[in-house]
């Protein structure tokens, strides 16, 4: 009977953790339909204002006026963008972008990182907790972008970025995060953030663009280039956020599909235990019948 009830207990408490698998995945389901629409909305206007900045950037290169976000030196100073999310049960989301981090850093800035000029940036808990506990060095955290995300929020951070890369504080940015596919792909993307590249990414090169500028090449500088790309970054903390929804809800899937095998297999363990001990009682009966017979 110990048995029994122990068995009893253990379902009780698996059905529990199903209870609490099951609503989590509908509320990161309703969550990634709000956060899909949106970034499905804008990644057609990031994608062509993009393909304009890189134009824009081929084309400035070639005249006379200084493109200050496109100014190319040897990447001495380097900050890292790490985007992670607030919280866990999102299977390997935020182990993947932290571990892709460290690959970076020790494949192409080892060099900087022994000097100490490898600065790291996160975006989200998770990969604030792990890299604290690294000793490396680290700007203030932006985590609470996560909690009210919207661009003029995210485009705070952008602007504090793009003024330190202009005043030389840092020679290039990267940034690190999960793309949203759909809701069980993410994709684990680094894009260089500063200095904007002069031709796409690819191997195929663009032709470049003769641009008409108006009102003049001064103020596109100055006005058309930031707002780009203070959207570039808004668009990859939307992704990530997109893709920890789209995430989580496929590892709680998972959670309460495991846990309805594991009450399955208990319960056929629970009636056969169950089962072996009223055939005991019976034998026991049988057995006191015989033996008062004789």
Known sequence: MANLKAIRIRISSVKSTKQITSAMKMVSAAKLRRAQDKIVRLRPYVSKLKEILTGLTQSLAESEVENIYGRITPPEKILVVVITSNRGLCGAFNANVIKEARRIVSEKY????NKGDVVFLTIGKKGYDYLRKQNVKMVPERNALLNNLTFDNVAVVAEEIMKKFVSKEYDRVEVIYNHFKNA???????????????????????????????????????????????????????????????????????????????????????????????????????????????
Not at 269 to 286: C, G, H, M, P, S
């Open 184 to 294: 069980a792909v993410q994709s684990l993307t680094d894009e260089q953030f500063l200095p904007v590249e002069s031709t796409p990414s690819g191997n195929k090169a663009a032709a470049p663009v003769d641009y008409i500028y108006e009102p003049s090449e001064e103020e596109i500088v100055k006005e058309l280039i930031p707002k780009s790309l203070k959207i570039q970054f808004y668009r990859a903390v939307l992704d990530s956020f997109v893709a920890e929804h789209g995430a989580r809800m496929t590892a709680m899937h998972k959670a309460s599909d495991n846990a309805t095998n594991m009450i399955r297999e208990l319960t056929l363990q629970y009636n056969k235990a169950r089962q072996a001990a009223i055939t005991n009682q019976i034998l026991e009966v049988v057995s006191g019948a015989e033996a008062l017979k004789g």
């Open 110 to 113: 080892l060099d900087q990182f």
